[in-house]
């Protein structure tokens, strides 16, 4: 099981770049990284995967090294409707595995 | 569609009667996934099904906790007997592909529990 390391908080002002760091140490060779993006009194919601390398969609982008013991999920100019609770997922190659989202990254957004 | 619906939203029980959650996964998806959310240990993973059949079942709790898939479109949480401890979001969630590939996966709002 990948276990994984986030902040447990970050601030930002409106219209910045955020970029929220994930680290996982022990990642598996088949193990894929997912982002998912969680609002109050509701379930997560998928942001972006990715393997390695780079991922682009039109919400976010995934920076994944080459060792893929980290990656970093990077928010383009934020509003203060991205202000939620970012979980970082890795995981799970085989049946026999277990997803665990931890405790997230609570990103406020202020004016 | 209407994603993954979950029943009832909220439920309010006494410690020691039975709890049954509900969920009706999207219509297509093959996996579906019952999770446990509470601000001490996060979201975490009870059991997950593949075409009705539980694949892994590691993080239920306990004997009291048990997990079922009759057909393709629906899954009952239960939880018998409920004790305070038991007090979280429930959430269930189905994907077209399993976890060990490149998998999105839907949530439902979630089930709010409370055992007094």
């Known amino acids: 099981l990948a276990k994984t390391t986030q902040p447990i908080s970050m601030d930002s002002y409106e219209g910045q770049e955020v970029n929220i760091t994930c680290s996982h140490n022990?990642?598996?060779?088949?193990?894929?990284i997912t982002w998912y993006q969680q609002f109050p009194s509701q379930g997560p919601r998928f942001i972006i995967q990715?393997?390695?390398t780079k991922v682009t969609n039109e919400v976010a982008s995934l920076f994944i090294p080459a060792d893929r013991k980290s990656s970093t999920l990077s928010l383009p100019r934020v509003s203060l409707s991205d202000t939620a609770v970012y979980y970082c997922?890795?995981?799970?190659?085989?049946?026999?595995?277990?997803?665990?989202f931890g405790t997230g990254t609570r990103l406020q957004v202020t004016l | 569609d209407a994603g993954v619906i979950q029943s009832p939203r909220h439920e309010v029980t006494e410690m020691g009667q039975e709890v049954t959650l509900r969920c009706k996964p999207i219509?297509?998806?093959?996996?579906l996934f019952w999770y446990r959310q509470t601000m001490m240990r996060g979201l975490e993973l009870l059991i997950y099904?593949?075409?009705?059949?539980?694949?892994?079942d590691s993080g239920m709790p306990e004997d009291r906790f048990s997990a079922k898939m009759p057909n393709a479109s629906f899954s009952t949480l239960k939880i018998q007997p409920s004790e305070p401890r038991d007090s979280a979001v429930y959430f269930c969630?189905?994907?077209?592909?399993?976890?060990?590939?490149?998998?999105?996966?839907?949530f439902g709002p979630g089930t709010r529990l409370t055992v007094l």
């Open positions: 997922l890795v995981g799970a190659a085989g049946t026999a595995s277990k997803l665990t």
């Open positions: 099904f593949n075409n009705n059949v539980p694949i892994d």
């Open positions: 219509s297509g998806h093959d996996y």
């Open positions: 022990n990642i598996a060779t088949n193990d894929y």
């Open positions: 969630a189905s994907s077209f592909l399993g976890p060990s590939s490149y998998n999105e996966q839907f």
């Open positions: 990715g393997y390695k």
